[in-house]
């Protein structure tokens, strides 16, 4: 199985500032790569999909970008509506997720 | 819209089966694959499998091999999973999402709304 490590676990922020996640994949996994959002007792929805591409009705201020193995996310404004758990997912081999990043505001 | 809605949540003792369906509505079923995702109780996501409701293909996570089978009926716009010789670490919410992956999983959107397994004697 292709390993993805995903930092930080856990990420405490204020509203505006600027936030980055990052995957890092155990091999090449070109942009075989998603980000989800999970909030609390919901399901998981897809953000970005294909490392960079931003699904249609998610705002701007969202965004991904790497290829390989090493991946990031970055909320551009946090917004309190963005308090969450993130995953990124590969699908390059049969997928995994990362262990997931959550996001709270300080 | 797309849609997919899931059964409701099941309890079950150690060593049963369940069987956890999932309606898919607002999109052409066969165009696309379902993936199953399980998370257990304050954890991650596992990916479990994927089916292409186009012809039936199959790919299990390897740590399910021999427990899991998904399939679906195209006539009801349905995925089924079921799960046998249940522990009680299977014990999760598990999701089915639409995949967008054409010959194995891709991308997950949207996801069913979960349902709840309890595993427990």
């Known amino acids: 199985d292709i390993q993805m490590t995903q930092s930080p676990s856990s990420l405490s922020a204020s509203v505006g500032d600027r936030v980055t996640i990052t995957c890092q994949a155990s091999?090449?996994?070109?942009?075989?790569l998603n980000w989800y959002q999970q909030k609390p007792g919901k399901a998981p929805k897809l953000l970005i999909y294909?490392?960079?591409n931003l699904e249609t009705g998610v705002p701007s201020r969202f965004s991904g970008s790497g290829s390989g193995t090493d991946f990031t996310f970055t909320i551009s404004s946090l917004q309190p509506e963005d308090i969450a758990t993130y995953y990124c997912?590969?699908?390059?081999?049969?997928?995994?997720f990362g262990q997931g990043t959550r996001l709270e505001i300080k | 819209q797309v849609q997919l809605v899931q059964s409701g949540a099941e309890v079950k003792k150690p060593g049963a089966s369940v069987k956890v369906s999932c309606k898919a509505s607002?999109?052409?079923?066969?165009?696309?694959?379902i993936s199953w995702v399980r998370q257990a109780p304050g954890q991650g996501l596992e990916w479990m499998g994927w089916?292409?409701?186009?012809?039936?293909?199959?790919n299990y996570a390897q740590k399910l091999q021999g427990r899991v089978t998904m399939t679906t009926d195209t006539s009801t716009s349905t995925a089924y999973m079921e799960l046998r010789s249940l522990r009680s670490d299977d014990t999760a919410v598990y999701y089915c999402?639409?995949?967008?992956?054409?010959?194995?999983?891709?991308?997950?959107?949207?996801w069913g709304q979960g349902t709840l397994v309890t595993v427990s004697s």
């Open positions: 999402a639409r995949d967008g992956g054409i010959a194995a999983a891709g991308w997950f959107d949207p």
């Open positions: 607002g999109y052409t079923f066969t165009s696309y694959g």
């Open positions: 089916i292409s409701a186009y012809n039936g293909n199959t």
């Open positions: 091999q090449d996994i070109s942009n075989y």
């Open positions: 294909d490392a960079s």
């Open positions: 997912q590969q699908y390059d081999n049969l997928p995994t």
